[in-house]
């Protein structure tokens, strides 16, 4: 299956790829939707696997060419649409803070969370990609505790990320959800873009569950 050259994004409802829609509305971005059922097994069938062959989400498609992995497509779309404003260009002496929280999300961060969920020891500190859960958390705590943004006064890519991110980590009970971490959560998601976004996601997954539903599949 060829890889189209418009801007496509592969989504499924309620997953990580919720949070790149939520970016391409910020950035007013043209873009299609391929959306899938992950609960049925969709990404697994040779037709993504044939886009895909990790067979996950969130992936886009532009230019004829595939980037998938999810701090790398919020580095591309908010590079490649410049004019929505969130990302500090090159030569910006924000564009090393705003790199340094995407990456750190990736990197350290969902690793030292993914161990505590499976209740997991993260193994030797030299040897473990984020060293201990305390020192990682607090690492991003203590910035979201400064404000209102990461950078500050202002409002990045890397903000919906997390954004996004802290809003699932704290529903699941797998960080606490202080005051600062509760307001910034609702100052991602009270976001215009963000609301249409995530009024979207529901009602592709209720359609989603309806169709299960109704071919009696849970």
């Not at 801007?7 to 409802?13: E, G, K, Q, R, V």
């Not at 299609?32 to 049925?40: C, E, G, H, P, R």
């Not at 044939?50 to 992936?59: F, H, R, S, T």
């Not at 004829?64 to 990302?87: K, M, P, R």
């Amino acid at each position: 299956m060829p890889i189209p050259a418009a801007l496509t994004l592969y989504h499924c409802p309620h997953t990580r790829s919720s949070g790149v829609l939520m970016l391409l509305e910020e950035l007013g971005a043209p873009y299609s939707l391929v959306t899938m059922d992950l609960k049925a097994g969709e990404t697994r069938l040779p037709e993504y696997l044939a886009i895909n062959p990790m067979g996950k989400v969130p992936a886009i498609a532009h230019r004829g060419q595939l980037v998938t992995e999810q701090v790398a497509i919020y580095l591309y779309l908010a590079d490649e649409f410049a004019s929505g404003g969130l990302a500090p260009p090159i030569g910006d002496p924000l564009r090393g803070p705003y790199l340094r929280w995407l990456v750190f999300y990736g990197s350290c961060f969902e690793p030292a969370i993914v161990d505590r969920f499976m209740q997991r020891e993260p193994g030797p500190q030299g040897s473990s990609p984020y060293g201990d859960f305390a020192s990682t958390t607090g690492a991003i705590l203590g910035q979201v505790e400064r404000g209102p943004w990461l950078l500050g006064e202002r409002y990045s890519a890397a903000d919906l990320l997390w954004g996004t991110a802290l809003g699932w980590i704290t529903g699941f009970k797998l960080l606490e959800r202080t005051p600062a971490v509760s307001a910034y959560i609702e100052r991602v998601q009270s976001r215009p873009a963000v609301t249409k976004a995530r009024a979207l996601d529901d009602e592709l997954a209720a359609k989603q569950a309806a169709a299960r539903g109704a071919a009696g599949v849970s």
